[in-house]
């Protein structure tokens, strides 16, 4: 009976697309120290008249859907036409690791999927002001292995794999709830994804490794958006299925039964369909050779550090992908991926050496005293001190003066007969040659070469070496 009343909402999908509002306000104006019990807060007179404004019950039921990327969390709400419109949306103060589904205990990761929200889930008395479990993990997930336990929707804006929010905000989602279950309501689903799977978006993520993961939630996305009504779910072949006629039951890790979509809603998708391929082909060559940096925790939490000023510790927004992120050309975005890779790597390293170090002295208690060097070191002899002299002796007459040796002159005969003849140079080994060219030098630079100038002819004239003047002595300064 159900899917026959799709049939009638897909038909006039077009003409109340206009019913949803896009742009409410993300803040609240709940003063928490005028709350005097928190779980029995009743949702403010504004809140109250928006609902009548889109033709909502306050115990009508609702659904929460979470976009990771955007950091937004939603709350819809049926109409008396039983069609979910949107009455609030909230900025999520923290969710911690990166887009993507948690897959184990510890690893930081907020849930992604279809989780139904139970009355036993919803916990009044949390250290976290208040919270709802999200029940992680569902049927898909432990069918896949995925592990992982108090996984919620809380307050005090602090996360380790929660969606965590302002207090403020947190008591107006648990009235919601709590005012739905009094409806009657068996269940609120919680739509928890990477992002809006519009296909931009899907075409701007389609090198993340999750994509194949997300092209399975993205069905019960868009069969969402068309009728308004939240997907019934289940699970097969450890894969989610949306709103199938089953021959049998649904095992989450065995053979899906016999299924088949109701032909109202297979019409109804059709077109949605054809138009999205459309738009994703458009998309694909705008982001042609362009990929998406998906940013860290850390960087996301960059942008937002001047939200923690003057408040407490534990108050730890992380802000959201969309401003942290940013395209990419592919081969910037594979070396800037490497540098992170190496640093990481690096950092490993370190804390390695250190716990390590740490062992080896017992926390520091103990440091090992190095042993002695087993080759013997060369025995340095002390320089020769020269006698100190007294002041009195700079005025000294007996002070040796410097001597220069005399000029030395050498005639043409004289350097022919001092020749020596050729003879076969004795080898040598390179100190010997380094301590004989000083004198070579010396000997060159006594002899000089003169030209006559009548006859052109070269002469080697003998050639006075110029003595330098002498030292004059201290005491002498003061003289002619």
């Not at 100190?388 to 002796?393: C, L, M, Q, T, V």
Request: glycine fraction near 6%; proline fraction near 8%.
């Amino acid at each position: 009976m159900r899917f026959w009343n799709l049939l009638a909402s897909a038909a006039i999908v077009a003409t109340l697309a206009g019913c949803t509002n896009e742009a409410l306000d993300a803040t609240t104006s709940v003063d928490i120290k005028s709350v005097k019990n928190k779980t029995e807060y009743q949702v403010s007179a504004p809140m109250v008249r928006k609902m009548t404004e889109l033709g909502m019950q306050k115990q009508a039921p609702i659904a929460l859907r979470i976009f990771k990327e955007e950091g937004t969390l939603e709350v819809w709400k049926a109409n008396t036409a039983n069609r979910f419109q949107l009455l609030k949306t909230y900025k999520i103060c923290a969710w911690s690791g990166k887009l993507g589904p948690k897959v184990k205990e510890g690893d930081r990761q907020a849930p992604e999927g279809f989780y139904p929200l139970f009355p036993r889930q919803m916990n009044p008395n949390s250290n976290y002001y208040l919270a709802i479990n999200t029940g992680y993990p569902n049927a898909y997930d432990k069918a896949n292995g995925r592990q992982g336990t108090h996984l919620m929707i809380h307050g005090a804006c602090s996360s380790s794999g929660c969606y965590s929010m302002t207090d403020e905000q947190m008591i107006e989602i648990f009235a919601l709830a709590r005012d739905s279950f009094k409806g009657g309501q068996e269940s609120v689903q919680l739509q928890a994804f990477p992002f809006r799977m519009t296909a931009e978006n899907m075409a701007r993520h389609r090198d993340n490794p999750n994509i194949d993961f997300w092209k399975m939630l993205k069905v019960g996305y868009d069969q969402f958006e068309v009728t308004k009504r939240p997907p019934e779910v289940n699970v097969c072949e450890k894969k989610y299925v949306f709103n199938q006629q089953a021959s049998g039951p649904f095992n989450p890790g065995g053979q899906c039964p016999a299924m088949s979509t109701p032909p109202a809603l297979q019409v109804a998708m059709a077109g949605f369909e054809k138009t999205y391929q459309t738009d994703y082909d458009k998309a694909m060559k705008k982001y042609d050779g362009m990929v998406w940096y998906e940013p860290s925790e850390a960087e996301r939490k960059a942008i937002v550090a001047k939200q923690r000023v003057g408040r407490e510790l534990a108050y730890a927004p992380t802000g959201n992908s969309l401003d942290a992120g940013k395209m990419m050309k592919a081969s910037d975005l594979e070396k800037k991926l490497a540098d992170q890779k190496e640093a990481e790597e690096t950092k490993v390293a370190v804390e390695l050496q250190k716990k390590e170090l740490e062992k080896a002295t017992d926390g520091g208690k103990h440091v090992p005293v190095p042993a002695a060097n087993p080759i013997p070191q060369p025995v340095m002899q002390a320089a020769v001190e020269e006698p100190k002299k007294s002041f009195w002796s700079l005025f000294s007459k007996s002070e040796p003066e410097l001597q220069m040796p005399a000029p030395v002159v050498v005639t043409p005969d004289q350097q022919a007969t001092a020749a020596p003849q050729a003879q076969p140079a004795p080898a040598t080994t390179a100190k010997q040659a380094k301590a004989a060219a000083p004198a070579a030098q010396q000997q060159a630079a006594a002899v000089t070469t003169a030209t006559t100038p009548a006859t052109g002819a070269t002469a080697e004239a003998p050639v006075l070496t110029e003595e330098p003047p002498k030292k004059r002595p201290f005491w002498k300064i003061w003289g002619n």
